[in-house]
């Protein structure tokens, strides 16, 4: 293809689609959705499958996860590297967890770093990363023998409230917020992540008779206020702390949160839900609509695990609550895979229960996705389910918006030098070599494919071909090697820059009837 030709085309498409890229409104299929699974590794839920397993099976039944859900569509993987004071990476701050390596304080053998081999291969199949991280969980039981002597209870014992056959980190201390920030930020600073994530367990849930003896705390900390306020203010200090110390790391690792489905409950705050249930604010000392009004937070992600019509605490009720109280971040919906044909509420014996619940969130605009917990419930199980939402309401891929924190416009568009059809006697690919941006850092390059340059849509998820990962570490030019039998396919493809904010650039497309190289001299940054 000439020169002029290509910037031709280039005009035209921007003139007929450019305008739209982010104005999408709610679609049967959206092409923008946060599609996330929780990968549990404590007590083995998920992953690994048992402590005892060697390395090389462990990481094929990490890969079988991840292409299991490629398969549906997903794009996010939230997968738990700390969850009782351990870690699944070598740490300065924890013991390898004994859910890795079947003893606590061990490493693997033969050796791997676990975190950054899980997020390779993540990457590699189109999959954000959040790291999920349980803070104030010091321990499962109370049984001291299955802990390394390098785990905090030894080396700290002073930092711990025993509650409920469990140990955990007190949360007023100041030591306690400091080292559980660290903990956070050498995981940050360390990793390709994209996010860091938190689940419901702030202060922990009711034990009947049992008291969270914090006494000693408050007489030194309360400052006056009532205990539940002071517990509140504990956990909001650390959400902030947390928050800002990732954004002076990496501004562009999200910080997202997924808490208990209930904020309050309407009988005890007007502001509250529809719902007889404990609740984050009251029960947990934690006010997530305090932290998405602070901006502390980049998505909030409620466990909204009951039925659509619980007469207790409504799916239903409980989107359009999130939906309407929700500010300054994404908004995600927590669904309860675990519990279908396996609950006391008979809803969930239903097949139709989790795809209606995925329709019923999709009529929410500012409702941008979904996570399940968790990875084996639709694994080797719960077939007609999974092939359900297969044919349906994952048909097509779907790419993560940039959360309303991290929206930005991306100055470059991707500039293709050459394409080439490469034949060989055994395979036959297609190879665009396109030139590296000045302003943007690209996590991943995005292929769109159709019969003709005139019905090239990037708002179209049918025509998402792939999700390429682009390794930073580039020598001024990312060269897409893609395969002949899916591209022959088509007459026109689109390519899209995805920067580390989940950002996504103006298409160029490219015409594949006709090979083309362009060579141009280097041209000034005319944006410094």
Request: aromatic fraction near 16%.
């Given at each position: 293809?000439?020169?002029?030709?290509?910037?031709?085309?280039?005009?035209?498409?921007?003139?007929?689609?450019?305008?739209?890229?982010?104005?999408?409104?709610?679609?049967?299929?959206?092409?923008?959705?946060?599609?996330?699974?929780?990968?549990?590794?404590?007590?083995?839920?998920?992953?690994?499958?048992?402590?005892?397993?060697?390395?090389?099976k462990e990481k094929a039944d990490y890969i079988e996860i991840l292409d299991?859900?490629?398969?549906?569509?997903?794009?996010?993987?939230?997968?738990?590297?700390?969850?009782?004071?351990?870690?699944?990476?070598?740490?300065?701050?924890?013991?390898?967890?004994?859910?890795?390596?079947?003893?606590?304080?061990?490493?693997?053998?033969?050796?791997?770093?676990?975190?950054?081999?899980?997020?390779?291969?993540?990457?590699?199949?189109?999959?954000?990363?959040?790291?999920?991280?349980?803070?104030?969980?010091?321990?499962?039981?109370?049984?001291?023998?299955?802990?390394?002597?390098?785990?905090?209870?030894?080396?700290?014992?002073?930092?711990?409230?025993?509650?409920?056959?469990?140990?955990?980190?007190?949360?007023?201390?100041?030591?306690?917020?400091?080292?559980?920030?660290?903990?956070?930020?050498?995981?940050?600073?360390?990793?390709?992540?994209?996010?860091?994530?938190?689940?419901?367990?702030?202060?922990?849930?009711?034990?009947?008779?049992?008291?969270?003896?914090?006494?000693?705390?408050?007489?030194?900390?309360?400052?006056?206020?009532?205990?539940?306020?002071?517990?509140?203010?504990?956990?909001?200090?650390?959400?902030?702390?947390?928050?800002?110390?990732?954004?002076?790391?990496?501004?562009?690792?999200?910080?997202?949160?997924?808490?208990?489905?209930?904020?309050?409950?309407?009988?005890?705050?007007?502001?509250?839900?529809?719902?007889?249930?404990?609740?984050?604010?009251?029960?947990?000392?934690?006010?997530?609509?305090?932290?998405?009004?602070?901006?502390?937070?980049?998505?909030?992600l409620p466990q909204l695990y009951w039925s659509m019509n619980n007469p207790?605490?409504?799916?239903?009720?409980?989107?359009?609550?999130?939906?309407?109280?929700?500010?300054?971040?994404?908004?995600?919906?927590?669904?309860?895979?675990?519990?279908?044909?396996?609950?006391?509420?008979?809803s969930w014996n239903f097949m139709s229960e989790i795809p209606n619940q995925?329709?019923?969130?999709?009529?929410?605009?500012?409702?941008?996705?979904?996570?399940?917990?968790?990875?084996?419930?639709?694994?080797?199980?719960?077939?007609?389910?999974?092939?359900?939402?297969?044919?349906?309401?994952?048909?097509?891929?779907?790419?993560?918006?940039?959360?309303?924190?991290?929206?930005?416009?991306?100055?470059?568009?991707?500039?293709?030098?050459?394409?080439?059809?490469?034949?060989?006697?055994?395979?036959?690919?297609?190879?665009?070599?396109?030139?590296?941006?000045?302003?943007?850092?690209?996590?991943?390059?995005?292929?769109?494919?159709?019969?003709?340059?005139?019905?090239?849509?990037?708002?179209?998820?049918?025509?998402?071909?792939?999700?390429?990962?682009?390794?930073?570490?580039?020598?001024?030019?990312?060269?897409?090697?893609?395969?002949?039998?899916?591209?022959?396919?088509?007459?026109?493809?689109?390519?899209?820059?995805?920067?580390?904010?989940?950002?996504?650039?103006?298409?160029?497309?490219?015409?594949?009837?006709?090979?083309?190289?362009?060579?141009?001299?280097?041209?000034?940054?005319?944006?410094?």
């Amino acid at each position: 293809m000439h020169k002029n030709q290509y910037l031709l085309f280039s005009i035209i498409f921007l003139f007929f689609f450019g305008w739209n890229v982010n104005s999408q409104e709610k679609a049967k299929h959206p092409k923008n959705e946060f599609r996330g699974v929780w990968i549990a590794t404590v007590v083995n839920i998920d992953w690994p499958k048992t402590g005892i397993d060697g390395v090389e099976k462990e990481k094929a039944d990490y890969i079988e996860i991840l292409d299991a859900y490629k398969k549906l569509n997903f794009n996010a993987v939230i997968v738990q590297v700390r969850s009782v004071g351990d870690a699944f990476y070598p740490s300065e701050l924890a013991p390898w967890s004994r859910f890795l390596t079947g003893k606590e304080g061990v490493t693997p053998s033969p050796y791997y770093d676990t975190l950054a081999w899980m997020i390779e291969q993540a990457h590699a199949r189109g999959f954000e990363f959040h790291a999920w991280m349980n803070p104030y969980r010091a321990t499962f039981d109370l049984n001291k023998n299955l802990l390394s002597p390098t785990h905090d209870i030894f080396k700290h014992p002073e930092w711990m409230i025993e509650y409920g056959g469990r140990l955990y980190y007190d949360p007023a201390l100041p030591e306690v917020q400091t080292h559980l920030t660290k903990v956070v930020k050498e995981v940050v600073d360390k990793y390709d992540i994209d996010a860091i994530h938190f689940d419901d367990y702030f202060y922990p849930y009711a034990v009947p008779g049992k008291v969270f003896n914090d006494t000693a705390s408050y007489k030194k900390y309360g400052a006056g206020l009532s205990i539940a306020d002071w517990r509140r203010a504990n956990v909001s200090n650390f959400v902030h702390t947390i928050s800002t110390t990732i954004k002076a790391s990496k501004p562009w690792v999200q910080f997202g949160i997924s808490p208990f489905g209930v904020w309050r409950n309407k009988s005890v705050d007007p502001k509250g839900s529809d719902t007889q249930s404990t609740a984050n604010y009251d029960d947990l000392y934690a006010d997530p609509v305090l932290w998405m009004d602070q901006k502390w937070i980049d998505y909030i992600l409620p466990q909204l695990y009951w039925s659509m019509n619980n007469p207790r605490a409504s799916y239903s009720k409980l989107v359009k609550w999130w939906a309407e109280n929700s500010n300054n971040t994404a908004v995600y919906i927590g669904h309860a895979s675990y519990k279908i044909r396996a609950d006391g509420d008979k809803s969930w014996n239903f097949m139709s229960e989790i795809p209606n619940q995925v329709d019923f969130a999709r009529n929410f605009k500012n409702v941008s996705g979904s996570a399940y917990f968790s990875a084996k419930w639709f694994m080797d199980k719960n077939f007609d389910i999974v092939r359900h939402l297969e044919e349906n309401q994952y048909k097509y891929p779907a790419l993560p918006a940039a959360v309303p924190n991290l929206k930005r416009v991306i100055i470059d568009t991707p500039f293709v030098n050459e394409f080439i059809i490469d034949s060989t006697k055994f395979s036959s690919k297609y190879i665009l070599n396109i030139k590296y941006p000045f302003n943007t850092k690209v996590r991943y390059m995005v292929v769109y494919g159709a019969e003709h340059i005139s019905k090239i849509n990037i708002n179209d998820p049918s025509q998402i071909l792939d999700k390429i990962f682009i390794d930073e570490n580039n020598t001024g030019t990312i060269s897409l090697s893609l395969p002949a039998e899916k591209m022959k396919l088509y007459k026109a493809c689109a390519v899209t820059f995805i920067d580390y904010f989940a950002n996504e650039s103006i298409p160029t497309i490219i015409d594949l009837k006709k090979t083309f190289k362009i060579y141009t001299p280097a041209q000034p940054n005319e944006n410094r």
